[in-house]
Nanobody, 110 residues
Framework: QAALVESGGGLVQSGGSLRLSCVSD???????LAWHRQAPGKQREFVAN???????DYADSVKGRFTMTRNSAKNTVYLQMNNLKPEDSGTYYC?????WGPGTQVTVSS
């Protein structure tokens, strides 16, 4: 199974932007990858995914604000997050469906 490592989280003010990265130690060329997030005391929830061809799907709560992309040559997927809101705070995880990264923390202050 792939080992995934997320990065790019941090503290940002409401309305700000962050770009998350997720690197795999194996090829992602034919894989679908997804971002999920979990806020304290809440269940983990789907944020976005991207298939091998590049098509994406997003949770309604992030549509129009988040963009997921992939660079298969670098075995990396990205999550560009704009117009961040306090409710976007949480730990963001990258997954292939079989493997999960350790997560990166995003905190949005109001």
């Amino acid at each position: 199974q792939a080992a995934l490592v997320e990065s790019g989280g941090g503290l940002v003010q409401s309305g700000g932007s962050l770009r998350l990265s997720c690197v795999s130690d194996t090829t992602i060329r034919m894989k679908t990858l997804a971002w999920h997030r979990q806020a304290p005391g809440k269940q983990r929830e789907f944020v976005a995914n991207i298939v091998s061809g590049g098509s994406t799907d997003y949770a309604d709560s992030v549509k129009g604000r988040f963009t997921m992309t992939r660079n298969s040559a670098k075995n990396t997927v990205y999550l560009q997050m704009n117009n961040l809101k306090p409710e976007d705070s949480g730990t963001y995880y990258c997954t292939t469906g079989y493997s999960w990264g350790p997560g990166t923390q995003v905190t949005v202050s109001s």
